[in-house]
């Protein structure tokens, strides 16, 4: 949900701007109409708050952890002197850490988390669940915020990114984390900033070793088209906290990587054609849903991931330097980002020669990539996924022992 500050002055902007009294009359009303469905699917939003509630309750009070059985443990840190330069550390309770480390004291996996929030909301507790679960997995996971628009603009929230990469790197390993086996997670607006941070930094940082990005925003102009279709780009803090639509190609990751050339300019009667697709294929059975899609070449899953791949990428973009591997993942009922934005940069990747994977989910939706965590109710594909993404590097080097 947006910021609802921000979204009362666009509108009021809006609207203010609009000539007669019945087209200020319709938009007034349409906006009433988009308030009231906002605040309805906030309902939506309530068993994600209780989890990450009451994981939040369970990691910070040790004696509420030892009751209700918590395998984990949160400590608050600052890589920045703002307000909001603020990371929470979950790593596996002592015992188990130990344990995880093992004689040689390798060091864990380590997990950094950029929320999204329209790149103007999001808090730390938010994401307790995950830190919680996926340190009970033996991963060391951090999970960062960034100062806000109106506060700053989105060239200032990659800096703090950047610098809680740099934080990270420097911090891990006093968490019993291993530097060298660090993997940037962003979701929505933070994967945005993620990847605009890793594309900064790509020529002088070793770290991270692999970029999760999921159901991010890639083309702002695109993605600005997209909102204006669904008649929210005023409410939406996007095209302000870029600065303008003038500002919108130098903070988009798919053109920086030469995407342009690749893709060409979005319209409107391409997001309908995308979007009457995505009907389509909704309607179908979710089981044969995915494999249609890859037969229609609708979906590039990526190349080989291995190092012969890896060593084929250091040929991408010069102005990058060599890319991490990055994991693409967008859900196809995802209404606020839609899946097609990360096939489209899938197409930029290969076309720089970069490792990446890039998998969609036919029954996830926008909440679905961070709602997975401490669920309790069996298998589930997005997270099973990233843990084996967090996993891989720790599993192989125990293979070769």
């Not at 939040?56 to 608050?76: D, F, H, K, N």
């Not at 600052?78 to 002592?94: H, I, Q, S």
């Not at 934005?341 to 930029?348: C, H, K």
């Amino acid at each position: 949900m947006p910021s609802w500050s921000l979204a009362i002055e666009g509108a009021r902007r809006e609207v203010g701007a609009l000539k007669g009294a019945l087209p200020k009359a319709r938009r007034i009303a349409w906006f009433g109409y988009f308030t009231v469905r906002e605040i309805l699917s906030t309902a939506m939003l309530v068993p994600f708050a209780l989890r990450s509630a009451t994981a939040r309750t369970r990691v910070t009070s040790e004696t509420v952890g030892r009751l209700l059985g918590s395998r984990a443990r949160v400590q608050r840190s600052r890589y920045g002197d703002l307000e909001r330069n603020m990371v929470d550390v979950y790593t596996p309770k002592p015992t188990e850490l130990h344990d995880r480390l093992g004689s040689k004291g390798q060091g864990l996996p380590v997990v950094l988390f950029v929320h999204g929030g329209v790149w103007s909301s999001g808090e730390l507790w938010h994401y307790s669940a995950m830190g919680e679960d996926l340190a009970s997995q033996g991963c060391v996971v951090v999970v960062a915020t960034y100062n806000f628009y109106p506060q700053v603009s989105v060239e200032h929230q990659v800096k703090d990114v950047k610098d809680a990469i740099d934080w990270t790197e420097r911090n891990c390993e006093s968490f019993g984390g291993n530097r060298e086996d660090v993997t940037l997670v962003g979701h929505s607006s933070g994967a945005h900033l993620s990847l605009m941070a890793v594309l900064e930094g790509a020529t002088s940082r070793q770290c991270p070793r692999s970029v999760v990005l999921m159901a991010g925003v890639y083309d702002i102009a695109k993605h600005y088209e997209y909102e204006r279709r669904r008649g929210v780009h005023s409410m939406s803090a996007m095209e302000r906290a870029h600065g303008g639509e003038e500002n919108f190609a130098r903070f988009s990751p798919a053109l920086l990587l030469g995407g342009e050339s690749v893709l060409g300019p979005g319209t409107s009667s391409d997001i309908e054609d995308r979007e009457r697709q995505r009907a389509e294929l909704m309607a179908e059975e979710p089981e044969g849903v995915c494999e249609r899609m890859r037969s229609a070449g609708l979906v590039l899953e990526g190349g080989d991931s291995g190092p012969g791949r890896a060593a084929g990428a250091k040929k991408n973009n010069e102005r990058f330097g060599s890319l991490p591997e990055i994991h693409l993942m967008s859900g196809l009922r995802d209404n606020v980002v839609p899946w097609y934005w990360s096939q489209e940069l899938a197409l930029v990747l290969r076309e720089n020669e970069c490792s990446f994977r890039n998998t969609v989910y036919s029954e996830a939706d926008h909440l679905s990539f961070i709602g997975c965590f401490n669920r309790g109710e069996g298998e589930n594909a997005i997270r099973e996924d990233l843990i084996e993404i967090f996993l891989k590097n720790r599993r192989a080097s125990q293979r070769v022992r």
